[in-house]
């Protein structure tokens, strides 16, 4: 099974809300990212969360990380047309050299 | 500024063809390299990364085989291509001093369908 799991895995909500997805992971981690994928595109880092970070903030976004319950959640305040896309979150393993991303929540902002 | 090349950005070979798709890296020197398939509607997966020149690890063995013959060139090939190769291909580097879990960055992708 995946070590992310992207929670819902489609989210639909009118502009102006807010948005939040949610990821679970398995294993001890490094750190903790999230990317955004507009469709057929390349994927684009959000922010990066590591271990001993809580909380962290950029701009509209979001990002909390509880290290005991192995989950992360990424909020959108404000949401707009342009934040439909899909995004993903992606762990580095404690260990490892690598990501390993989840399968994504696809976001759709209705305007 | 740093950029991420691939080509081509789409292609549709036959099965039992070869396949070639390149991936170059701007204005960073000794990147980690990594290349992942990504299956429609689904995340991630990671086939190869390299952390020099001629060093690949390979995450998923199959019919794909990566090099790297250049430190900002990374390739991923195959001798023949299977209907299940089809998929969206990403090329992605990070800063080669930081042992490969950060930030990651993106090039445009490559959509390939095999028929």
């Known amino acids: 099974s995946q070590q992310g799991e992207e929670d819902p895995q489609a989210l639909s909500i009118q502009e102006g809300e807010n948005a939040t997805m949610n990821c679970s992971y398995k294993?001890?981690?490094?750190?903790l990212q999230w990317y955004r994928q507009n469709s057929g595109r390349g994927l684009v880092h959000l922010i990066l969360?590591?271990?001993?970070?809580r909380e962290k903030h950029s701009g509209r976004l979001r990002v909390t990380l509880d290290t005991s319950k192995k989950s992360s959640s990424l909020l959108i305040t404000a949401s707009r047309a342009a934040d439909t896309a899909s995004y993903f979150c992606?762990?580095?393993?404690?260990?490892?050299?690598?990501?390993?991303f989840g399968q994504g929540t696809r976001l759709t902002i209705n305007p | 500024s740093q950029t991420i090349h691939q080509w081509p950005a789409t292609l549709v070979q036959p099965v039992g063809s070869p396949l070639s798709l390149e991936c170059t890296v701007e204005?960073?020197?000794?990147?980690?390299l990594y290349w992942y398939r990504q299956a429609a509607g689904r995340g991630l997966q990671l086939l190869f990364y390299s952390v020099g020149i001629g060093q690949i690890s390979s995450e998923v063995p199959q019919n794909l085989s990566a090099s790297r013959p250049q430190d900002r060139q990374f390739i991923l090939s195959s001798k023949k291509l299977l209907l299940s190769d089809s998929g969206f291909y990403l090329c992605a580097w990070s800063v080669g001093t930081s042992g490969g879990g950060e930030t990651q960055y993106f090039g445009p992708g490559t959509r390939l369908l095999v028929l």
């Open positions: 969360i590591r271990s001993n970070e």
């Open positions: 294993t001890s981690i490094n750190n």
């Open positions: 204005g960073t020197s000794n990147p980690n």
């Open positions: 992606a762990t580095e393993l404690q260990g490892a050299q690598k990501l390993v």
